[in-house]
Structure formats: C-alpha cells, structure tokens
DNA sequence: CGAGGGGGAGAACGAGCGTTCTCCTCCTCG
DNA sequence: CGAGGAGGAGAACGCTCGTTCTCCCCCTCG
C-alpha cells in the first residue's frame, strides 16, 4: 500500500472514531484495525498518537469549511450569505452521526492537556470568525453583526449536539435576520 | 470525619480537579491526594467514579444557577434582567480558573461513552433555558427571544473558554438589547 | 482489660493502551 | 538465485488507573 495511501485510510478512520468516540476513547489499534495499516506503519507516519489527532483536525479543518463556503457562495446577494451559514450548519445538523463540534469536543477533552490540540481548535475558530466577519464586511454590515453573527452559530452547535436537534440552527438564523435588519435601521 | 464532611471535602476536590483539568485526566488518587478521604472511603460514598462525576455535576448545576439567579434577580426592571445574564457570563469568564462550561467540556469528554454525565448535561442546558425562558416571558417578550438568548448564552461560553477572553460576554449582551429592540416594535 | 470493628495507608490486581520489538514473508535488485 | 530490506501480524513492555484487598491502629463497649 502506497504510503499517501495509508497516510489517507489511517486519517479517514481516525475521522471516524474520534469523531464518533471521542479520542481518548479510541486506541491506536483501533484505528489499526478500521485503516487496516499496521501500526508499525501508523508510527512511521505519525510518530505519536497527538501527531494523528492533529492531522485529523487539520485536514477536517480544511473540509468543514470548504463545504460551509460551497453552501454560501450558492447565494449570490451577499446579505443572504450571511443566513447562508446556518442554512449549512442546520443540513449538518441533520446528517446522520452529528456529534456536536469536533473542535469543541476536542478542546472540552485534550484543551487542558494539549497545547498542540488547543491550538488546533483555537485557528478553526479563529477562521471560522474570520469567515463569517468577511461575510458580514461584504454586505456592507458593521463588524459587531460578526461577533454576533458567530457567537450564534457556536451556540447553534453546542446546542445541537446537547439535545439532538436541528432547531438551534432555525432559531439562530431568525435571530441572524432580526440582528441585521436592527444593524441595517 | 464524618461522612458529611467526607462527602463535601471529595466533591470539593472532585470540583477543583476535575473542572480544571478534565475527568478523564484526574485519577481518583488525585482527589484522594487532595480531598484527604482515604480511598476506602471515596469507594464507600461513590461506589464508582462515574458517580463522583455526576454528584460533581449536580452539585455545580446548584450552585452555578443560584449565583446566575443572584445576580439577576438584583435588578429589578425584567427587560434588564435579561440582559444581566451576561453581566453574570462575563463575571464569571473573569474569575481566576475561568475554563469554559463544566457541562460543555464534560459532555465533549464523556457524552459518547456515559449516558449519566450525558443527561446530568442535558438537564442542566435544560433547566439554564428555561431560566432564560422564565426572564423573556416576564418582560413581557416573544418565546423566539429566549431561545435566541440562549443560543447566544451558550456560544458566549465556549467562545470565551477558547479564546481566553470576556469580550464574548460583552458582544452577546449587544445582541441581546437588539435583539430585544426589534421584538419589541 | 480484651474483643471487635470501623477506618486509614498503601500495596496489589487486572485491564487498557501507547509504543516498541520480534519474527516472518515477500518483493526487489544485483 | 540469493541477500537485503520493507512491511505485516501480533506479542511484549511499561505505565496509568479504577477498584479491591491486606494489614494495622485505635476507639468503643461489655
């Protein structure tokens, strides 16, 4: 098995049952055994299981908020893309095996632990803020509405995982329309 | 000692430890090191750690909405009250140890793998709206706006605990007075 | 005073797990 | 064909930790 190959089953399974299980809930051998790489090979490739978990993140990173940006750049006026964002977190909601934020999840489990794992969450969602300031900066709305915008999907999140539903992501998308009419008067 | 004694002094440092550091990473050695109850003891006052978790929980669940409810129930105005859930976030986002939501973080740890420490969360994020419900429906405002508060309650919480910062508490309370503006035209 | 038992200190046990090592297979290349 | 090395299977190692056990002290009560 090529080694670019390997590099990408070790990391779709680690997806898989860290996202599901948890991390610290999920062995090595674990992932040995839905990767089906060895773990000899699995420490050649990440030398520790931290290394794994920050690759996992990385590249989960780079998915999450490429789908977010496909789902807003459907919409062209840029207001609409603003609510866009919750139209996207409200489908996430509902696919199955939701579990919540991983970035969240993982700092609510390692943040105190590790300092590579809280970094990890804190430049998710630095990006994610900056993703959503962006937006808000192109329809001509004052910074604030970011803030508020994002503190909003955070809680849509959190509250998501918590109750097993997907009406966090209506709620904050009324709450999104209210605020910016407000900014707009 | 006695067992009242015993019971507090565990629960004591089961709160200082495991808030600080997480459950999974504090031992029960660690809250006997700190608590001075003999193990023998621990073991006979919870007869597993899952339930030192959940007494810790519960516990906390008290306390943290009794200070919520002193420091709003100060005001006398209801619109203010609602408002005053922030000035509490913010306080509490001050405080020296200030690590993000107990429920939050222990959820992100345990929820996949203990449905105790799930529901004690899901009952506290249960019993934290209906407290913010109660406020809106006083001052005489729409249900929506509760359940928009709260959202933003609870992203204000996890923004916080990442960042390492107050200013959460300030933008949701901004949000908030317009939200209630525009309920109320 | 002596038996009994509750409680403490801490060793012991057993499981889980991150990481490494051993041994074998098989492919490659001279 | 033969040497060498990469890679796989899985045992082994060492540590942590939840939980229990042992041994001892000391207080109480007859």
Request: hydrophobic letters at 45%.
């Amino acid at each position: 098995m090529d080694s670019t190959v390997a590099t990408e089953r070790a990391l779709d399974a680690a997806e898989e049952l860290f996202y599901r299980n948890g991390i610290q809930a999920v062995g090595m051998d674990d992932i040995r055994a839905v990767s089906g790489v060895s773990l000899k090979r699995l420490y050649q490739l990440f030398p520790a299981k931290e290394r794994l978990v920050e690759a996992y993140l990385e590249r989960r990173d780079a998915h999450w908020r490429e789908r977010l940006a496909e789902h807003v750049e459907r919409h062209r006026d840029p207001e609409r893309r603003v609510v866009a964002v919750f139209d996207r977190l409200g489908e996430w909601f509902a696919e199955p095996g939701f579990n919540g934020c991983a970035w969240i999840n993982s700092y609510g489990e390692l943040g105190a632990a590790s300092e590579p794992v809280a970094r990890q969450v804190r430049s998710h969602k630095a990006a994610f803020k900056d993703y959503v300031a962006k937006l808000v900066a192109r329809a001509g709305l004052p910074v604030q509405l970011g803030e508020q915008v994002f503190l909003l999907a955070e809680g849509a999140m959190v509250s998501a995982a918590i109750t097993r539903s997907t009406a966090p992501a209506t709620h904050a998308a009324n709450a999104t329309r209210l605020l910016i009419a407000a900014h707009r008067r």
